[in-house]
């Protein structure tokens, strides 16, 4: 076999009948992508199986497709599938209130970098989380490179999607967290009392979090920065803090 078909990571699928069928075959399909131009025959048919399911569908560069099939035959089309299904809100409440504990979830508002989710999901295995909570869009997915980084945490901790961030962070306070953002002057994380039902929600790498995500936390914390670089690494500040909830609890 070639060595580039060996190197195919196991969380693409490539080819039209294997899409297809991943799709009929209720495979939890993160995104499709397809070859520009490409968009007449069976294709034409997946795409609205696709739309059906709500499975994102972007139109890319066929040599970036060449690139994530590893030199497999791709037909013009690739989906990109989790590597473990995702559960639900509720079944991270679940696994708390078999733990007889009170909840601690990270909530991620647009983490894109896989390294840093699955960085995310290993600390908060450790650390005694319940379960990380991301976006369903412009969000990192359980792609093979995420479930590396987790170094297998990613098997024990709950990852749930949701439609809409906000509204999930008002359920979880109508469940009775208290859900701490993490952002720029906030109050000092040391500070915090993290006692009890706990959310933090962790922003996006580059813009940190969303107005509305900010606006609808019940407080916000801030983690001192003395150098001369202004904000930590997403996984890094998501680490410290969950520590120092893990402390108090």
Not at 99 to 122: K, Q, T, Y
Not at 173 to 179: A, E, I, S, T, Y
Not at 236 to 241: M, R
């Amino acid at each position: 076999m070639d060595r580039k078909l060996k190197e195919t990571k196991s969380d693409v699928i490539a080819g039209r009948n294997p899409v297809s069928e991943a799709i009929k075959g209720g495979r939890t399909i993160d995104k499709i992508m397809i070859a520009k131009g490409s968009k007449t025959g069976a294709i034409v048919g997946i795409l609205a199986k696709a739309k059906e399911k709500k499975i994102p569908v972007k139109e890319v560069d066929s040599k970036k497709l060449d690139f994530l099939s590893g030199g497999a035959v791709h037909q013009g089309i690739i989906a990109t599938a989790a590597i473990k299904e995702y559960q639900t809100v509720d079944d991270i409440f679940a696994l708390a209130e078999s733990r007889g504990e009170s909840p601690f979830i990270i909530v991620l508002d647009e983490i894109e970098d896989p390294h840093n989710l699955g960085a995310i999901i290993r600390t908060a295995e450790c650390a005694g989380a319940h379960g990380v909570i991301i976006p369903e869009r412009r969000s990192a997915t359980l792609n093979y490179t995420v479930g590396k980084a987790s170094a297998g945490a990613v098997e024990y901790m709950p990852v749930a999607r949701v439609t809409n961030l906000v509204n999930c962070i008002d359920s979880l306070r109508d469940r009775g967290l208290w859900v701490f953002g993490a952002d720029m002057n906030g109050t000092d994380y040391t500070e915090c009392n993290f006692k009890g039902a706990v959310a933090i929600v962790i922003g996006n790498e580059g813009k940190g979090l969303g107005r509305l995500v900010k606006e609808h936390c019940d407080a916000i914390v801030s983690l001192p920065v003395k150098g001369h670089i202004d904000s930590l690494n997403a996984s890094v500040a998501a680490g410290i803090l969950m520590y120092q909830i893990a402390k108090q609890r």
